[in-house]
C-alpha cells in the first residue's frame, strides 16, 4: 500500500501549518517513526515558507512586440505540495510559479552528497591536477555576504533534513523543491516496507 496526495495552495502564510499538519496526520495515519516525520514536517514547512515568500514574483510575457513590461502569472498567487509514501521512503515535491532559483542554487549538491564527495574528492585529486577541465563535481557557490547571510538558510536546512534533495526550475514556471527520506516504521504500521 502506497499514499499519495497533492495540495494546491495560496500564497499565504497560513497555507504553511496547514500543508506541515496534512503530512503529520497522514504519516501518523500511515505509522511513520515520530522522529522521521518531524524531520520531514521541518523541511516541508521550509519549502513551503519558500514558496509563499519567493513563488510568485515571475511575471507572464506580453505580447511580441511588447516593451518587456508583463503582467502578473495567472497561478501566481498558489504553489504546489505533493506527497508519495511507500513502503520505503516519503517523497515530497513543493512547485511554485516564481522566477525560480539562481542557477547556482540549483547545482548545488545535497549536504549529504558533499560530505561523501570530499572523500572521493581528495582520492581524484591528482587526476584532477592532470585534467582541470575535466572536473566531475559542480563548483560550490560562496558563502554569502551582508544581506544574503540568512537567505537561503530554509534551503540548506531542508539539505540536511532530507536524504536527497534537487532544487530545480521548470522554465517559465517557477522554482521546484524535491526531497526525500528514507522512512522508519512504528511498531504495527499500516505502511511497511
Known sequence: ???????????????????????????????????????????????????????????????????????????????????YLDGEKCRIEVSDSGPGFPARRALRPAAHSVQNSQNSQNSQHSQQSQHPQQSQHPQQPLPPQGAEAESGRGLDLIQQLSDHVQFGNRPGHGAVVRFDKVLKWREGALLTA
Not at 18 to 40: K, Q, Y
Open 1 to 83: 500500500m502506497s499514499i499519495w496526495w497533492s495540495l494546491h495552495l495560496r500564497r499565504e502564510a497560513a497555507s504553511v501549518p496547514l500543508a506541515r499538519r496534512f503530512l503529520l496526520g497522514t504519516m501518523e495515519t500511515a505509522g511513520v517513526d515520530p522522529d522521521i516525520s518531524f524531520d520531514l514536517s521541518v523541511a516541508l514547512s521550509e519549502a513551503c515558507a519558500n514558496a509563499v515568500e519567493h513563488g510568485g514574483d515571475r511575471t507572464a510575457l506580453g505580447e511580441s512586440g511588447d516593451s518587456g513590461y508583463g503582467h502578473p502569472a495567472a497561478d501566481s498567487g498558489q504553489y504546489r505540495v505533493t506527497a
